[in-house]
C-alpha cells in the first residue's frame, strides 16, 4: 500500500518507519526539512508540499495526519480541494470525538473517507507496535486493515465503531492513563517522605506536630522499590517499567521541574463523564493535579493565606 504521511513528530516519524519495514510505500511531509531527509535517507519519497504529496499518491490516496490537534482543522482544509472521492484521509492525532463526527459527515458530502485512529504507543512505537483505536465506516476500516495490521503489534488494533468511536476510546484511554500516572507519582512521593520523623521541624502555632517520628525514620531507595514492584507486583506495568527506567537514571529526578502539560484528552473526558452522568472522581483529580503543577492554583492558595491571616493572624511560613 502507498501512504502519505503529514507530520514526521515522535510519533509519526517512527510510523513512517514501521509502515515501510512492512513493505509500505511511504511519502512524507513535515514542516521540518531535517524530518523529511532523514526519512528519505531510509526509502520514503520527500514531498515539498501537500500539492506535492498528494500529486505522488496513486488513487485512492490514503493520507494519514500525525498533527497536533490544533493543526488538524487546518490541514483538512488545505486537503479538501486536493483529494478527490475514494480517497480515505486518517487523523491518527488527539482530535475531540465530535469534531470528528463533524469532520465525517463534511467529506463525506465530497466522497472521500475519514478514519479517526486513536493512537498510542509514544517514542516506543518503532519497536513494540503502535496500539490502535480506530472509528470509521466498516468499508473503509477494511480496506486499510493492512496498515493497521503493520502499525500494530498483534492483536493491537480494534474498529471501536462509527466515526468518532476511535478518538472517543482513546480520550478515556488518556484520561485513565493521568490517573495511572498520578497514583504512581503519589504514592512514590509518601515514600519520599517517609523519614520526615528524622527531619528537624518547627515548634510553632503553624506547624502540625508528627506525633511519633520514630515512625518514619525511612529512607527508602525509590529506584530500588520501582524495580521490585515491576516483578510480580500486582502494580506492575509499562508505566511503572519507565518509572523504575527514570529513577535509576536520576534517584531525585533533577532534570524535572514538575510542570506536568495535558493536551486536551482528560478535559474533555471529565466533558464526557459530566454529560452520560459517569462518575470520575481518579480522572478529575489527576487532570487538576495537573493545573495545580502549572501554578493553575497560586491564587487561590493565596487566598488561603489571606482568610488565615484575616481571621486568625497567622503569617505565612517562609
Known sequence: MQIGMVG?????????????????AMVVLDRSQAAIDALVTEGATGATSLTDLVQRLSSPRVICLMVPVAAVGALIDELMPLVATG???????????QDDIARHARLRSQGVHYVDMGTSGGVWGLERGFCLMIGGDDD???????????????????????????????????????????????GLNILKHANAGSQSVAHDAETTPLRHPEHYQYAFDLAAITEVWRHGSVISSWLLDLTAAALAKSPSLDGFAGRVSD???????????????APAHVLAAALFQRFASRGEADFQNQVLSAMRWEFGGHAEKR
Open 8 to 24: 514526521l513528530g515522535r510519533m509519526g516519524s517512527n510510523m513512517v518507519r514501521r509502515l515501510a519495514r512492512a513493505g509500505h
Open 87 to 97: 480517497d480515505p484521509l486518517i487523523d491518527g492525532g488527539n482530535s475531540f470525538f
Open 140 to 186: 473503509t476500516v477494511a480496506h486499510l486493515d493492512p496498515m493497521f495490521a503493520a502499525l500494530a503489534p498483534a492483536r493491537g488494533y480494534l474498529h471501536c465503531g462509527p466515526s468518532g468511536a476511535g478518538h472517543f476510546v482513546k480520550m478515556i484511554h488518556n484520561g485513565i492513563e493521568y490517573g495511572l500516572m498520578a497514583a504512581y507519582a503519589e
Open 263 to 277: 493536551s486536551g484528552e482528560g478535559r474533555w473526558a471529565l466533558g464526557a463523564a459530566n454529560d452520560v452522568g
